[in-house]
């Protein structure tokens, strides 16, 4: 339906902090063989933004305001995919998520917001269906290193001739960079969101994201813990809410590969001793991205920090057989800036270029995008997906 538009592709959010990064490596990895814009509420930023990042000036501007769904509706009608990075999208995507599932438009995003992604699904997940729309929510930090990461360690259990690992842990060994604006932002919208019982109900809920299935108990990582196997004490990772909701909805739509009885949880390992355990115990307490001095929405980094920063996230699984397998994903980037407008970038790609098959709906990464994704993240991207044993 979409084929014939105006557009490949419009940047919802252009003259946002991330949003710029989107359209800078757009431009600089795709922009002579690419038609696309740049699109929100102020046609003037949007102009001040192609001329700082050097894009040429062929390159449309288009207004267009969360507030005023018609102009959300004209923006979707004339392109292929909208890319948006703007967020909270508890509080400003719906009219854009509504218009594309309408207009079968591709639409890619940054949510890590289950909730709020469980209510799209509910509301346009037959509309995208029937029109075409292949909806992909999280295509950042959150969640493909983590979604992905599970993906490709069951492949790898598959080729060996494993039976499926139905038990995986993710454990981020190391991490430089920030968390993006955004995020903090998205965290702050949903904690108030939280007073609402129904909301509650499904932030608590690990398989909020698999309408009609819930498997088994899920350890609840909300403490620190020793992990023998690893010899490292563990933290909560403050990103699990999310990724372990999109790594089950993954399972899900796939079919269940990784098993009904699938077992998934995140921590971040802190090291061995008395060291560790403090930093354990420190980052379990912290609070800082939903306190006042958490980066606001519009700040980020440097680009030598963006450029400095790196993340390394090892995926362990077994199963009842009693086999195992280990693999970790990297990123050579500042995981919340400078690896996510990659992501972002290379995922909407993905879907318009090479993930022509897939059928419209709501989607994660995984069954939407899967092997495709991972070559164009380790060829373009900076991401490592390596078998550690």
Not at 26 to 50: F, I, P, S, T
Not at 324 to 332: M, P, T
Request: overall charge negative; charged content about 25%.
């Amino acid at each position: 339906m979409s084929n014939g538009r105006e557009f490949d592709l419009i940047v919802y959010g252009a003259s946002g902090f991330t949003g710029r990064l989107v359209a800078e490596y757009l431009d600089q990895a795709y922009g002579g063989d690419l038609k696309w814009a740049l699109a929100g509420r102020n046609a003037e930023k949007l102009a001040a933004v192609r001329a700082e990042m050097g894009i040429a000036d062929n390159v449309p501007v288009v207004t267009a305001d969360a507030d005023q769904p018609d102009t959300l509706k004209a923006l979707a009608e004339r392109t292929r995919l909208v890319l948006t990075t703007v967020g909270p999208y508890q509080l400003y995507g719906e009219p854009l998520v509504k218009a594309c599932a309408e207009a079968g438009t591709d639409y890619v995003d940054l949510c890590g917001e289950p909730a709020w992604m469980r209510q799209m699904i509910d509301r346009y997940g037959d509309t995208a269906q029937r029109s075409g729309a292949r909806i992909v929510f999280s295509c950042g930090f959150d969640s493909i290193p983590f979604d992905l990461g599970v993906f490709f360690l069951e492949q790898q259990a598959k080729e060996k001739g494993l039976a499926p690992l139905n038990r995986v842990k993710g454990r981020v060994r190391a991490m430089k960079g920030t968390f993006s604006g955004g995020t903090a932002a998205s965290l702050k919208a949903t904690l108030a969101a939280a007073k609402d019982p129904e909301i509650r109900a499904l932030l608590t809920n690990p398989f909020a994201l698999t309408p009609g299935f819930s498997g088994p108990e899920q350890p609840p990582a909300a403490k620190p813990e020793y992990d023998d196997a690893l010899g490292s004490w563990a933290a909560p990772f403050i990103m699990a809410a999310i990724n372990t909701r999109n790594v089950h909805r993954s399972n899900f739509l796939l079919g269940h590969p990784y098993g009904e009885d699938f077992v998934y949880d995140e921590m971040i390992l802190t090291g061995d001793g008395d060291k560790g355990k403090a930093t354990a115990e420190a980052v379990a307490e912290d609070r800082s991205l939903a306190g006042e001095d958490a980066p606001k929405p519009g700040e980020g980094p440097s680009k030598e920090e963006r450029e400095n920063g790196l993340y390394d996230v090892l995926f362990v699984g077994a199963n009842d057989q009693g086999e195992q397998l280990a693999v970790s994903v990297s990123g050579d980037k500042d995981p919340g800036y400078g690896s996510t407008s990659r992501m972002i970038s290379e995922s909407a790609l993905c879907l318009l270029r090479d993930a022509t098959d897939t059928a419209g709906g709501i989607w994660t990464t995984a069954p939407a995008l899967g092997d495709k994704l991972i070559k164009r993240l380790t060829e373009h991207a900076g991401l490592k997906f390596k078998v550690e044993g």
